[in-house]
């Protein structure tokens, strides 16, 4: 392996550092955006739980909600709802200040995706600028040796200047195509994370607030 990163030329470490970043990234996010994760064991029963005694006039303390709210990465959604109830909020206040939760918990469900996207595109155009150094070396050691030995160049640099064309397009495209599969991928389950978190907090606010109509 260090064989062909030396055979790469320096033009190869710009994509072995971003595909360093694009793994730790991948392998972040797999394991964020795990539902055991975003809804561990209990937590559901723990919210609705909590509903049911704010409902029933039970005492409720904000360290609870607080604990709740520690709990997971849709905790702050549930909080949320429980806190506005137990302040006394309408429904439409409350609805304007999940909304205003709900976008802090996507912001954490979304990071790191862009930069992953980015990887994606820019690790082929950082192939292309490794091929073009390579060809820039080919041409530039024909010029030169051409010159003193009368039209017949350097085959190793020749040599050279091909595996830097070809190593630096191939481990674009390694790394590209892996990051955009992964991209599509962990974005699905962003998604399905989000839409749950939707479903549960609205299944939540129902319960507290009976009488008002669906989001």
Known sequence: MYTILLSAGWPIWPLLIISIIGLAIILERAWYL???????????ETA??????VLAAKSVSEAEIGALSQLSPAGPLFSCVLHEKLLGSDAQVALEEIQASAQNVWLKLERYLSALATIATIAPLLGLFGTVVGMIEIFGSQGSQ????????????????????LYNTAFGLMIAIPALAAWRGLRAMANQRQHECEEFTRQLFKKLYPHTAEK
């Open 34 to 44: 795990r539902q055991v994760h975003i809804f561990p064991k209990n937590s559901l």
């Open 48 to 53: 609705f739980g909590l509903a049911g005694q």
């Open 146 to 165: 051409g010159a003193i030995s009368g039209g017949v160049g350097n085959p190793q640099q020749l040599a050279h200047g091909i595996s830097i064309a």
